[in-house]
């Protein structure tokens, strides 16, 4: 449950943590410092606002500017997507029947595997983006509400990796038929992003660890104790 106070989840009884954050985002190179200058505003599952500032070609002085709006926010379904599979790794547990007795240890495990497997699907989100085409992010939602326009050769893309929040930008180039793309990036680490990959982590151990336990004890559930006689 403390992982969920995280997410923006239809939950009752847990008092949510979901508030506004400011990060100024930073580079590894300095070459991409002067070329890149984000400043977000992350909400939950979206950047609700944003001031861009790019500077792609060294040898010009001009600088693409762009915003993003509370009104039209950048959704990251990378979020949105782990909260989804923790709800429903949750409901698995909530849907059980107060008293309910267990008949077996295979239906134990087979609870347990389900559990298992939205945990994963989660930690899977935020740890292994989804791959996109320069095609996709030009013609995303999120990209058409900037505001002004980006040049129709730059992309943007805002994702999750592990516990940081990347902004990433494509200048897309053609020579001679061909067509190839320079890649900058900036990015901020995002403690209870941090929190939650701890706080999944924890609880596919927890679960692996229980489904060991049972898988031993059912092993010995045939086997019937006899004093020896002399």
Known sequence: MECARRFSLP???????VRS?????????????????????LNGDNVSQADINLKINKNSNVIHK??????????????QDTGNHLYEALQCIANIEKGYQFHSAE???H??????EYLKKGLSCLVVPKKRTIEDLQSSR???????PLPIDIAVSFYIQSHKLIFAVYHVQHHHGSTKFDVY??????????????????????????????????????????????
Not at 11 to 17: C, K, N, Q, T, Y
Not at 66 to 79: A, D, G, R, Y
Not at 111 to 116: D, F, H, R, V, W
């Open 142 to 148: 999120n990209v058409k509400n900037l505001q002004p």
């Open 21 to 41: 954050e400011k990060f100024v985002m930073s580079t590894t190179n300095q070459q991409a410092t002067e070329q890149i200058k984000c400043i977000v505003t």
């Open 107 to 109: 239906e134990v495990v």
């Open 66 to 79: 762009t915003s993003v709006h509370s009104e039209n926010p950048w959704k990251l379904q990378q979020i």
């Open 185 to 230: 990036q900036s990015e901020c680490s995002v403690p209870w992003l941090n929190e939650v990959l701890v706080f999944l982590s924890m609880a596919l151990q927890l679960c692996q660890q229980l489904k060991g336990k049972v898988g031993v004890f059912s092993q010995y559930r045939d086997v019937q104790l006899t004093v020896p006689t002399t």
């Open 111 to 116: 609870l347990l595997s389900k559990i298992m």
């Open 11 to 17: 939950i009752d009884g847990i008092e949510s943590l």
